[in-house]
Structure formats: C-alpha cells, structure tokens
C-alpha cells in the first residue's frame, strides 16, 4: 500500500447527498498540490474536479440523490474504515446519514465513534471539537438523547484535560452549566454543586484556566456579539454540556465556517458541520464554504506547510 503520512484524505459521504459536489467545488476552490490529496470515493461522483488526485475507488452502486440507502450507508462506512487503515496525515469527511449508517448494520451514533472505534488502541477517546473564526465548542456528550445525559466529576476531569492537552498555553476555558441559571444555588439543580464545581476547583489545581458553570443563554451573548463585529469572543473555547446547547451558538455565528473537528485520536480529523442536504443533493446548489473551512482546518492543525491557495 501507498505510504499516506503526508497526504490529507478526504472521503465524500453519502452518496445520495451533497459530501461529492461539495468536496469537487471545495478541491476545485483550493486547487491543492495532487500530491497531498487522496480521496476515498468512486470517480463517477466526481465529474468536474478538475486536478488529477489520487482516488482509491469503492463501489457506489445504486445512486439516488435524496434517498436513504443502505448501499449508500455501506459506502460511508468503508469510506472510513479505509481511512482509517491508509494512516493519512488527517481525515475529512462529508457527511454522512446516521440512518443510512443503521440500515447498513452499523449501530454507530456519527461518524465521530466510527473513527474512535478503529483507531483507538491505546485508551484514546475521540472528542467533539468545533472551531469557528470566532471561537470553539466543545462538546462533554456528544449524540444522545437529551434524556440519556449524565455527568460525573470524574468525566468533565478527563474529558478538559483531554480538551487541554489540544490548545497551546493560556488558553481560556468557559464552563456552561447544566440547568439553567447554573442551578440557581440548588433550586434548579444541583449538579453544579455537586459535580461541576468540585470538578473546575481541580482542574484549576492543575493549572487550567476555566470559569466556574456560567448560564450558557447569557454566556454566550458576548461570544455571538463579537462575532457579529468580526470580533473574537471573551473566552477561546466554550464547554457545552451537551449537543445543541453549544452548537446552536457557534452556527449562529459562523454557519459557514465552523468546523466539526474529532481530537483526541492519533489520527485529526475535520467535517463540515451541516449534514448531507437530501433536500437539494443532485442540483449543483451546495454551499461548499464549510467544506473548504475543513480542508483548511486539517492543514492548520496538523502544522503541515499550506499552499499558497490557503
């Protein structure tokens, strides 16, 4: 097999959605040097690229814009199996159909825990990063039911250390909190009592700057404010407790340029952070800025010399 250190390998989703318009617009855009882009996708989804890159071709049978399939969620699946196995320098990926996923026998909740799952061998956890202009999310529980989520002290510990180990010195940390008002001293809650503020007093013993659990509908109000002005925001990463808590923020402020990044792993990985549009796939429609947003990302954070293009 191809030695892959160096290349940046991007796979394109469902094939019944946008990830093969959106990479070809995205690589079109960027125009990147053949030689550090592998794509692991069929080459009949990709008419109109216009550089010669390397494709290591799968089979993509049956295609059929704005449809679930589990043909299409198969592909998906070796897509990143096959990632995996190549060792790129870093993956992108298009989205993908979590249903799709599922009628293909693949019980995973995102793209996210197909990645973990092959190539976490050392006790690595894949963690939910997104990284906008503006300022970054990241995410405690990832995709669950808002029913489902629990936290420990143990938990938001391990995970901001992991979060941690990813940023450079000096980093500011801001901590929502679970109920609203933070808990409002235990009227509302008392997970912050109880869990969340044992947890940031020695995180801060560690030497980890990080607020105390703030109530995430004002926290935020700063962060998108400054966006609105081309500003960074007070604080370089908000910790959401769960899913739309964090993402509704970030998206508002940067629809097309946030970037959903796995650390984490031995292996970065970066997505756009919309999913795959059925509604307009097969139409020549698609926005591609998040792509390109991904693309970038994975060359920024890999400190690999960019292209003059980025």
Avoid: W
Wanted: glycine share 6%.
């Amino acid at each position: 097999m191809n030695n892959y250190n160096n290349k940046i390998a991007i796979t394109t989703g469902d094939y019944n959605g946008i990830g093969a318009e959106i990479t070809v617009k995205a690589l079109n855009e960027l125009n990147l040097p053949s030689d550090e882009i592998v794509i692991i996708s069929n080459p009949k989804l990709l008419k109109g690229l216009k550089n010669d890159y390397e494709i290591i071709s799968l089979p993509a049978d049956n295609v059929e814009y704005g449809k679930l399939s589990a043909d299409s969620g198969e592909f998906c699946f070796q897509a990143l199996k096959t990632a995996c196995e190549i060792s790129p320098r870093a993956i992108v990926t298009a989205p993908v159909s979590k249903e799709a996923l599922h009628l293909a026998g693949h019980k995973f909740n995102g793209q996210t825990e197909v990645l973990e799952y092959f190539l976490a061998h050392n006790g690595e956890k894949a963690e939910m990063l997104f990284i906008s202009d503006f300022f970054d999310v990241f995410l405690l529980t990832r995709h669950c039911a808002l029913k489902s989520i629990t936290i420990s002290e143990n938990m938001i510990i391990d995970k901001i250390i992991r979060l941690n180990r990813f940023y450079q010195e000096n980093t500011k940390f801001a901590l929502c909190s679970l109920n609203p008002h933070a808990g409002e001293d235990g009227i509302l809650g008392d997970e912050e009592i109880e869990i969340i503020i044992p947890a940031v007093k020695k995180l801060r013993d560690m030497g980890i700057d990080i607020t105390n659990p703030l109530p995430s509908d004002t926290l935020f109000v700063d962060a998108v404010q400054n966006s609105i002005k081309g500003q960074k925001a007070p604080y370089d990463c908000y910790i959401a407790m769960y899913h739309d808590q964090g993402l509704i923020p970030v998206k508002s402020a940067a629809p097309y340029t946030t970037v959903n990044t796995t650390i984490g792993l031995p292996i970065l990985r970066t997505s756009p952070s919309h999913g795959t549009a059925f509604n307009i796939a097969g139409q020549n429609i698609a926005d591609a800025r998040s792509m390109v947003s991904a693309i970038k990302t994975a060359y920024k954070l890999t400190k690999h010399q960019a292209p003059a293009s980025l």
